[in-house]
């Protein structure tokens, strides 16, 4: 299957789900799914959220260059439970075009750096890295 449209609508047939139901349990829209699987949109930022609900592989649904499921026991159908905080990041991250997570990727490790550097200093964090975010 050369498309993520077609590999989306034979993973969602080969389970016997609707699209109704894909967008229910997925939260995405079902005319986002309509239009992926009618290849009448070219990006997708929702891959993670509907192969997460197919139980399937992220990159196999993205790119065809996996295997279709999971190996046993790595399937996706019980995720480790995240503190609220983390749960929001991995949220905005999986909404991102592949440009913008780069960017935040990129800003993230650059705040561990300066965390761990302040750590080895024992400097303790103060509102000052906050305050240099925001402007």
């Given at each position: ?16 789900m ?7 349990q997925s ?6 799914i ?10 997708c ?9 197919l139980?399937i ?8 260059r996996?295997?279709?499921?999971h ?12 503190p609220p ?5 991995l949220?905005s991250?999986r ?20 965390a ?11 509102d ?5 975010d925001?402007?």
């Amino acid at each position: 299957m050369d498309t993520l449209g077609k590999r989306l609508r034979f993973a969602r047939d080969d389970i016997g789900m609707s699209r109704k139901d894909l967008a229910k349990q997925s939260g995405v829209p079902y005319t986002t799914i309509a239009d992926i699987e009618n290849e009448a949109t070219s990006k997708c930022t929702t891959v993670a959220q509907l192969s997460d609900v197919l139980d399937i592989v992220h990159l196999w649904l993205e790119t065809g260059r996996a295997p279709m499921h999971h190996a046993a026991g790595q399937g996706t159908t019980q995720p480790p439970t995240l503190p609220p905080d983390e749960a929001a990041l991995l949220a905005s991250y999986r909404v991102l075009c592949a440009k913008d997570r780069a960017k935040m990727v990129a800003e993230a490790e650059f705040k561990a750096k300066i965390a761990e550097i302040d750590r080895r200093e024992e400097i303790p964090p103060t509102d000052n890295h906050r305050k240099e975010d925001a402007a």
